[in-house]
């Protein structure tokens, strides 16, 4: 029986693949050049000798049409056969070369490399010498994220990134959910709290140059060098939001000690907190100032607006997470001194109840890679002609765009204003965050 059960495995077994010979160019045109004139018999014989291993007919029979065809082609013996292409057409056919010696140059030169620059990059190439492929205008090539994975793949990068936490919900989630929405309601209702007056407030990383948590470096390299560049590289954007569908004015939060580290010649709105930490993450200080010259600036316009009998007495809410910047005395205090009740988002349960997260944080940040998309690929395109207005010639590979933090940081900035006044006219995608966490 144990015999029969071993003969059935066996059988059934996958079978295990064959070791395939792979011939140089040369080596493959003496192969077929040889069976034109002495037969596939003989030259299978021949190479197996002379190549000590087996070479069989199929193989070469393959070679040798595909050498006459080339050869009625061409009208010459053939030195060279080069092997057919496998698999499908490359998108960008014979300019994904150039994106390829374009990555190779950045990487030698210490950059970075991500997906979101290098769609940026082939983007800015196949404007400058095919724009007529592209579907903006009329062609079929649409440079996406997965294109630039898999082109950074065939290229032999391999992806790195940081080991990260797995979140787990509490096991008792839904009660903790519904006792949640149901103290923010009691509250509401109690203090008869229009939605103008319910805030969430929510602090976010915001990388200078995007691309996620991970850089692409060659397979079976030991460490990351990246000389002179990081991407990571970022500041801290304090985001609020109310109920009814209104942006606030944010808190950007930059790295340093003193305000000589915050961009210059850029055109903030005056209602907006911009401000430094050594660190660009926020603390008690920073959110005092942001309370101080955000929060209960809007709250006191919003307090002005309605009738007489409730201006002074209404009171508002504020949401936010348990974070521990927010939950000093001095900042507690605060609120409660401007008739601001603040609500907490339940501990690890941020990315399914804080409103913020689940809308318009994501799409601030797309609409930041967005911009840096179009201007990475701008400035591609803008020294490839330099290039060639001084020298002549076009070579996407000796473009290296400076992406110092000094050059970055007014352009990154103007980027938010812009991002920011966009988003505020979104009203249905700032409501969609508090309608997903239940509180609409």
Same mark, same amino acid.
């Given at each position: 029986?144990?015999?029969? /059960?071993?003969?059935?495995?066996?059988?059934?077994?996958?079978?295990?693949?064959?070791?395939?010979?792979?011939?140089?160019?040369?080596?493959?045109?003496?192969? *077929?050049?040889?069976?034109v004139? !002495?037969?596939?018999?003989?030259?299978?014989?021949?190479f197996?000798?002379?190549?000590?291993?087996?070479?069989?007919?199929?193989?070469?029979?393959?070679?040798?049409?595909?050498?006459?065809?080339?050869?009625?082609?061409v009208?010459?013996?053939?030195?060279?056969?080069?092997?057919?292409?496998h698999?499908?057409?490359?998108?960008?056919?014979?300019?994904?070369?150039?994106?390829?010696?374009?990555?190779?140059?950045?990487? %030698?030169?210490?950059?970075?490399?991500?997906?979101?620059?290098?769609?940026?990059?082939?983007?800015?190439?196949?404007?400058?010498?095919?724009r007529?492929?592209?579907?903006?205008?009329?062609?079929?090539?649409?440079i996406?994220?997965?294109?630039?994975?898999?082109?950074?793949?065939?290229?032999?990068?391999?992806?790195?990134k940081?080991?990260?936490?797995?979140?787990?919900?509490?096991?008792?989630?839904?009660?903790?959910?519904?006792?949640?929405?149901?103290? %923010?309601?009691?509250?509401?209702?109690?203090?008869? %709290?229009?939605?103008?007056l319910? /805030?969430n407030?929510?602090?976010?990383?915001?990388?200078?140059?995007?691309?996620?948590?991970?850089?692409?470096?060659?397979?079976?390299?030991?460490?990351?060098?990246?000389?002179?560049? @990081?991407?990571?590289?970022?500041?801290?954007?304090?985001?609020a939001?109310?109920?009814?569908?209104d942006?606030?004015?944010?808190?950007?939060?930059?790295?340093?000690?003193?305000?000589?580290?915050?961009?210059?010649?850029?055109?903030?709105?005056?209602?907006?907190?911009?401000?430094?930490?050594?660190?660009?993450? &926020? !603390?008690e200080?920073?959110?005092?100032?942001?309370?101080?010259?955000? %929060?209960?600036?809007?709250?006191?316009?919003?307090?002005?607006?309605?009738?007489? !009998?409730?201006?002074?007495?209404?009171?508002?809410?504020?949401?936010?997470?348990?974070?521990? *910047?927010?939950?000093?005395?001095?900042?507690?205090?605060?609120?409660? *001194?401007? @008739?601001?009740?603040?609500?907490?988002?339940?501990?690890?349960?941020?990315?399914?109840?804080?409103?913020? @997260?689940?809308?318009? !944080?994501?799409?601030?940040?797309?609409?930041?890679?967005?911009?840096?998309? @179009?201007?990475? &690929?701008?400035?591609?395109?803008?020294?490839?002609?330099?290039?060639?207005?001084s020298?002549?010639?076009?070579?996407?590979?000796?473009?290296?765009?400076?992406?110092?933090?000094?050059?970055?940081?007014?352009?990154?900035a103007?980027?938010?204003? &812009?991002?920011?006044?966009?988003? &505020?006219?979104?009203?249905?995608?700032?409501?969609?965050?508090?309608?997903?966490?239940?509180?609409?």
């Open positions: 029986m144990m015999q029969l /059960i071993q003969l059935c495995l066996h059988r059934h077994a996958k079978r295990k693949r064959g070791d395939y010979n792979n011939y140089d160019d040369e080596t493959r045109a003496k192969i *077929a050049r040889y069976a004139d !002495n037969g596939v018999a003989r030259a299978s014989r021949k197996t000798s002379d190549l000590g291993r087996k070479v069989s007919e199929t193989t070469i029979r393959s070679m040798r049409d595909t050498y006459v065809k080339l050869k009625k082609k009208g010459t013996e053939l030195v060279t056969l080069p092997h057919s292409p698999g499908n057409p490359l998108l960008l056919g014979d300019l994904d070369t150039k994106v390829q010696d374009w990555i190779r140059k950045v990487r %030698i030169n210490g950059g970075v490399i991500n997906a979101r620059i290098v769609m940026a990059a082939a983007e800015a190439i196949v404007t400058k010498f095919a007529h492929r592209l579907e903006r205008y009329g062609g079929h090539i649409t996406t994220s997965s294109f630039a994975k898999s082109l950074l793949r065939r290229m032999g990068f391999v992806k790195r940081g080991t990260k936490a797995v979140k787990h919900l509490p096991n008792d989630f839904d009660e903790i959910r519904q006792e949640y929405i149901s103290k %923010i309601n009691n509250v509401r209702e109690k203090h008869h %709290i229009p939605d103008t319910i /805030i407030w929510d602090q976010t990383g915001c990388q200078l140059v995007p691309g996620g948590d991970w850089t692409m470096e060659k397979e079976g390299t030991q460490q990351i060098s990246i000389s002179g560049l @990081d991407d990571k590289r970022q500041i801290t954007l304090l985001l939001v109310s109920m009814s569908g942006l606030l004015p944010q808190q950007l939060i930059y790295p340093g000690k003193t305000d000589r580290c915050l961009p210059k010649g850029v055109d903030f709105p005056s209602t907006w907190d911009v401000t430094c930490t050594e660190t660009h993450w &926020s !603390n200080d920073t959110m005092i100032q942001f309370v101080n010259n955000v %929060i209960v600036p809007y709250v006191d316009e919003i307090r002005d607006s309605m009738p007489l !009998n409730n201006s002074t007495t209404q009171k508002a809410i504020a949401i936010f997470d348990v974070f521990k *910047a927010h939950r000093g005395e001095r900042l507690l205090d605060l609120l409660k *001194a401007n @008739d601001i009740v603040p609500l907490f988002v339940p501990a690890a349960c941020t990315d399914r109840l804080q409103p913020l @997260d689940l809308s318009v !944080n994501r799409e601030y940040k797309e609409q930041l890679k967005s911009h840096f998309h @179009d201007w990475y &690929s701008a400035e591609v395109i803008h020294q490839i002609n330099e290039q060639e207005d020298t002549g010639e076009i070579a996407p590979d000796n473009v290296v765009v400076n992406m110092r933090t000094s050059v970055l940081k007014p352009i990154h103007n980027w938010i204003v &812009s991002s920011h006044n966009k988003i &505020s006219t979104r009203k249905d995608l700032i409501q969609l965050g508090f309608r997903k966490a239940g509180l609409l």
